[in-house]
């Protein structure tokens, strides 16, 4: 079995700064492509960020220059920092992964969620 465990959310003013932690951990072979999504209140989830393995990054228009998604392959975990942090960034974060069990078989895996509020 695989768990995504995030950490790092909280409550920020704007123009503040978090950093989202996502740690891998169970029956894994290697990681694909990971990334960070967010769901506000009433809106679908959206792909804020997202790295391939070979660590090619990719953001979604409204973070661009404020966010950078980094991984530490040695360690399972990709980290998402928030910089200039706006009101409209307020959601809840997930993290996800493409976790391959074996050299024949990868999965979508999700963590459970992280809240960020910006809020003054």
């Known amino acids: 079995q695989v768990q995504l465990v995030e950490s790092g959310g909280g409550l920020v003013q704007p123009g503040g700064s978090l950093r989202l932690s996502c740690v891998v951990s169970?029956?894994?072979?290697?990681?694909?492509?990971m990334g960070w999504y967010r769901q506000a209140p009433g809106k679908q989830r959206e792909l804020v960020a997202a790295?391939?393995?070979?660590?090619?990054?990719n953001y979604t228009d409204s973070v661009k220059g404020r966010f950078t998604i980094s991984r530490d392959t040695a360690k399972n975990t990709v980290y998402l920092q928030m910089n200039s942090l706006k009101p409209e960034d307020t959601a809840v974060y997930y993290c996800?992964?493409?976790?391959?069990?074996?050299?024949?078989?990868?999965?979508?895996?999700w963590g459970q969620g992280t809240q960020v509020t910006v809020s003054s």
């Open positions: 996800n992964a493409d976790v391959w069990s074996s050299r024949w078989w990868s999965e979508a895996y």
């Open positions: 169970g029956s894994i072979f290697s990681i694909g492509a």
């Open positions: 790295i391939t393995s070979g660590g090619s990054t």
